[in-house]
């Protein structure tokens, strides 16, 4: 697939905040009122419709994440082998990273510095369907490449796979409850068992994915795309082009945020230059295309968001 985004001859170091008045609020998605509702499918719609070059229109960003994950790049000084950020330790910071410039394009579309993108708050019950703002057919936020069996009110299946038998729908959330506590926190006690196995130069891409991004994560990409196709939501490549998708990874950055405060074990992020400095390229709300090293993702705060705090029902939940 050629998804390579424009290009620039000038990219421009990322500064984070130095001061944090005004800090955005990500809020589940099952809350949200009509106002906000509103507001995003316009800043959605008005995304869609830019024209097909510019960096901001929807395909043009949908694109960027066709591009870090579909072997769009290789290794400056390995020419010959791919650079990569699923399955390794770059998957939390590069998502954050790509969500952050998302968001303050789509604030830029509506004149909004204040808009956040919502969450799909899938590890609590309320959260377990396909949130109701993304399947009204009128508006930017639906996609019909989604699965017609998962529509609501089908409760998610957050360890779903195309060749498990089908969940037994009786104890559906509870047992979700049951995964996520697995994968919080006795599948996820270290940075490498959490964000996931280092990848530096010269390494071959997949070195080995944390316990969040293999599930709930992939299996909610593979859940909620068409099952037969695996478009949009299951590919790697198109999984960006249904609006979802960026609920789906506001909850997988939030999550990241609450492994961090769990109580027990080791739960804190790498603290390795490799790591700290592997960096990535965005088109920013200024048209200006930047450089964003994982070092400058760590506090969300200073990339100005944080988000409203929900109960959390899976922490007494032993598998
Ligand atoms: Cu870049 Cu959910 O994948």
């Known amino acids: 697939m050629n998804c390579c985004p424009p290009d620039s001859s000038t990219i421009l170091d990322f500064k984070p905040l130095t001061s944090n008045n005004g800090l955005r609020v990500r809020r589940a998605a099952h809350s949200v009122d009509e106002n906000y509702k509103r507001k995003y499918s316009n800043a959605t719609y008005l995304m869609k419709n830019l024209p097909i070059n510019h960096p ?4 043009q960003q949908a694109n960027v994440h066709c591009a870090y994950c579909d072997g769009a790049y290789n290794q400056s000084d390995h020419p010959n082998i791919k650079f990569e950020v699923h399955f390794s330790w ?59 069996s998962t529509q609501p009110p089908t409760i998610t299946d957050l360890n779903y796979h195309p060749n498990k038998p089908k969940a037994n729908l009786s104890n559906l959330i509870e047992r979700n409850l049951r995964f996520m506590h697995r994968q919080m926190m006795s599948g996820g006690r270290t940075a490498e068992l959490f964000l996931g196995q280092p990848f530096r130069s010269g390494n071959e891409p997949f070195q ?46 939030r999550l990241w945020e609450v492994w961090k405060g769990l109580p027990g074990g080791r739960r804190e992020n790498f603290n390795d230059d490799d790591w700290l400095d592997s960096a990535f390229l965005f088109w920013d709300e200024d048209l200006k295309l930047v450089r964003i090293r994982v070092r400058d993702v760590l506090d969300t705060r200073k990339l100005g968001y944080v988000y409203e705090e929900v109960p959390i029902q899976w922490l007494d939940m032993k598998p």
């Open 208 to 253: 080995g994915a944390g316990s969040l991004e293999l599930a709930p994560h992939a299996n909610m990409h593979r859940w909620t795309g068409n099952h037969s196709t695996s478009l949009d939501m299951g590919s790697f490549g198109a999984a960006a082009r249904d609006p979802i998708f960026f609920a789906h990874h506001s909850q997988i950055d």
């Open 56 to 59: 901001w229109n929807f395909m």
């Open 90 to 148: 770059l998957f939390f910071a590069f998502h954050r990273a790509y969500l952050y410039f998302y968001e303050k394009i789509l604030g830029k579309l509506i004149e909004d510095e204040t808009f956040a993108l919502p969450f799909w708050n899938w590890d609590s019950p309320e959260g377990m369907t396909i949130p109701a703002m993304y399947t009204d057919k009128s508006t930017s936020l639906y996609d019909e490449l989604r699965d017609a």
